[in-house]
């Protein structure tokens, strides 16, 4: 069955920077590849989705590539505020979830 | 427009009880999934269902987990009997279509204890 891995469960960083979150998978090809937000108790919210077709897109503040070779998707959130921590979760597909990056912002 | 309605919000129950969840997707919404998610990890997806058929549902535990969508709408899941290791957040998700790359709505989901 498809695996797949976000690194480091958390990652602090000074408000200002770039955050570089990684996705990898192993043992399928999906068709595409999504990003979500999830906060404390709440549902996850769909950020961007990526087709395997394309290498990059854009959302504002965010970045998602897309290597099919490598198997690796790369989310990138520029100028972080600290509004932007939560925790971050690649998707293959609706099929599976990775555990998820928490990123904290600090001010 | 109303986002994906799910209750109750909490239920603690004991081992060896059942219990059920429901789920009411946005409206016109074709796709259904019902996720499990233990605290530290990702949603694991247990059943997807199309209008009113199941497209999979490869990961429900079936010997203790059913589900059902009537008429294509609503939707419930239910453990019966639950495990200390049902204990979890369940959550339940809608999108236009299936497959074709279309974002997820996920509800607040329903938060279980078992004792």
């Known amino acids: 069955s498809q695996k797949i891995e976000q690194n480091s469960e958390a990652l602090n960083i000074q408000e200002g920077k770039t955050a570089t979150l990684t996705c990898n998978y192993t043992?399928?090809?999906?068709?595409?590849l999504q990003w979500y937000r999830q906060d404390p108790g709440r549902g996850p919210v769909f950020l961007l989705l990526i087709r395997e077709n394309e290498k990059e897109k854009r959302k504002e503040r965010l970045k998602v590539t897309f290597d099919t070779t490598l198997k690796q998707s790369l989310f990138h959130i520029t100028a972080s505020q600290p509004a932007d921590s939560a925790t971050y979760l690649c998707?293959?597909?609706?099929?599976?979830f990775g555990a998820g990056t928490t990123v904290t912002v600090r001010a | 427009e109303a986002g994906v309605a799910q209750s109750p919000r909490y239920k603690i129950i004991e081992k060896r009880q059942s219990v059920a969840f429901w789920c009411n997707p946005i409206?016109?919404?074709?796709?259904l999934y019902w996720y499990q998610q233990i605290l530290g990890q990702g949603p694991k997806l247990l059943i997807q269902f199309q209008n009113n058929g199941v497209v999979d549902d490869s990961q429900l535990p079936k010997d203790r987990f059913s589900a059902e969508r009537l008429k294509g709408v609503d939707s419930t899941l239910k453990i019966q009997p639950a495990k200390l290791e049902d204990s979890a957040v369940y959550l339940c998700?809608?999108?236009?279509?299936?497959?074709?790359?279309?974002?997820?709505?996920f509800g607040q989901g329903t938060r279980l204890t078992v004792v």
């Open positions: 043992n399928y090809s999906p068709a595409y």
């Open positions: 998707a293959l597909e609706e099929l599976s």
């Open positions: 409206s016109g919404h074709a796709t």
């Open positions: 998700a809608s999108s236009p279509e299936q497959g074709i790359g279309t974002e997820a709505f």
